[in-house]
């Protein structure tokens, strides 16, 4: 993830340029600081995962169940598991033959493979699961899948809740595709602890809080690495500044 340390690097950096070639380096790092942030910023919006949160939030807001939810990752890979346990079913996902995945499975399988600790396991408040034939955008599984009768707004308007994390997947890359939404009412700085602080990434999918350029529930490919952007973007900033 890029931030504030970043900026803090590059303006050190740009302090001790400008004392051996003046202004213009000074300004040469703080566009590319600028530039990368933005970048960054831009990516992480693209991904529908964190956009199903947003409207789960602002659902809550409007409907006075209590304030905003904790977007915890480690909940969130934890979800994306939870959609890949289905293996492309989509027939078990509701109706008479509907199937959820063994409780057994959050510590023995889902928690592992995201990196989670399973001590920091919190229970599970509420669920809400859907899956069709085409993939929509985030806005449209909300209201049509997720919250298509009054179980799910039972659920989202639960004060219960205090943390949630959401997953959007396709199954192998193509058809169906799967949105899920886990609530917990653990707490957000000790529940669901990721090992190194950073969920493991698997594809296909996305999943809420993870700063992973994924523009659609299928995406296979994450943030490009930042050093060819800083190159880049330095390359780019030369030229404005005609250096």
């Not at 199903?52 to 904790?70: I, M, P, W």
């Not at 509420?126 to 806005?139: A, F, H, I, N, T």
């Not at 009768?149 to 659920?155: F, H």
């Amino acid at each position: 993830m890029v931030g504030p340390g970043f900026c803090l690097l590059a303006l050190r950096v740009a302090m001790s340029l400008n004392s051996l070639g003046g202004v213009k380096s000074s300004a040469r790092f703080s566009s590319l600081c600028a530039y990368i942030l933005g970048y960054v910023h831009d990516k992480v919006t693209n991904n529908p995962a964190d956009q199903l949160v947003a409207l789960v939030n602002d659902n809550r807001t409007a409907h006075n169940a209590s304030s905003g939810l904790y977007d915890n990752p480690g909940l969130a890979c934890i979800a994306l598991q939870y959609i890949k346990a289905y293996q492309g079913s989509c027939g078990e996902v509701g109706g008479p033959n509907a199937k959820k995945p063994a409780e057994s499975e959050f510590a023995e399988t889902f928690a592992p493979n995201c990196g989670v600790l399973a001590s920091s396991l919190s229970p599970i408040t509420g669920r809400l699961l859907g899956c069709q034939s085409k993939y929509v955008q985030p806005k449209v599984a909300f209201s049509e899948i997720l919250m298509k009768d009054s179980k799910g707004l039972e659920i989202l308007q639960s004060k219960n809740h205090s943390e949630v994390g959401a997953a959007a997947s396709s199954s192998d890359g193509g058809s169906p595709y799967f949105w899920c939404v886990l609530f917990s009412s653990g707490k957000g700085n000790s529940s669901f602890s990721l090992e190194g602080g950073v969920a493991k990434i698997s594809r296909p999918g996305c999943f809420s809080g993870a700063n992973d350029d994924c523009s659609g529930a299928g995406a296979s490919s994450r943030i490009p690495r930042l050093w060819p952007i800083a190159a880049g973007a330095l390359i780019a900033v030369d030229v404005i500044f005609g250096l």
